[in-house]
């Protein structure tokens, strides 16, 4: 009989660890695939009507805000073979997670509206910086590394648009953000 010694014991343990955690994060990139999708072509129509009729702005984004967390609550009940993966409770503890998120996040944006009252291209800068922030912490704390990536290219294709090419911020935005999304969903999906 052989002898496994602590290393090689504290070797295979790690090697189990790490093939769990990147399990998982390949579970969550394809559970998030159809969001970032979705959420692509809500920038493209968003920004893109903005762009057209700036004066009805407010109409296409809260109609927007309202289909998304709709279709992302009745979205995750049809990934119930991802999300479970034999284990009960699973997906109720997702949706839990993604509705207490989201409603973070949107008591977020209504507390800096009302506290620094920005205005038109602001509040369309403002919004991407903060879901690209969520998404470069979900990514530096475990969720899986695609999820910086994914933050870091909106962070810079924002910034880059709000600074250096104002006049045509929302178009770059539409078609910049909403396809570097759209090719998010594609490319979590294949992990």
């Known amino acids: ?36 999708f979705a959420w692509g072509l809500f920038w493209l129509v968003g920004y893109g009507s903005t762009a057209l009729w700036p004066r009805e702005a407010d109409y296409v984004w809260m109609t927007i805000v309202a ?10 009940p049809r990934f119930r073979s991802i999300t479970s993966s034999g284990r009960e409770g699973e997906l109720e503890h997702v949706t839990a997670r993604v509705v ?9 944006v209504i507390g800096m509206m009302l506290i620094l009252h920005p205005r038109g291209q602001q509040i369309a800068a403002l919004v991407p910086l903060l879901v690209s922030i969520a998404y470069i912490a979900a990514g530096t704390w475990g969720a899986g590394p695609r999820y910086s990536v994914i933050g870091g290219l909106l962070t810079a294709i924002t910034l880059g648009s709000y600074l250096w090419l104002p006049a045509y911020f929302l178009w770059l935005m539409a078609f910049a953000g909403g396809g570097v999304l759209i090719l998010t969903g594609v490319w979590l999906r294949t992990a």
Do not use: D, N
């Open 1 to 36: 009989m052989a002898t496994v010694s602590k290393k090689q014991a504290a070797e295979a343990l790690s090697m189990i660890s790490k093939s769990g955690l990147r399990s998982k994060q390949h579970r969550s990139y394809r559970l998030a695939a159809p969001h970032f």
């Open 67 to 76: 289909v998304w967390a709709f279709g992302s609550l009745t979205i995750l």
């Open 100 to 108: 207490v998120s989201m409603g973070a996040g949107i008591l977020l």
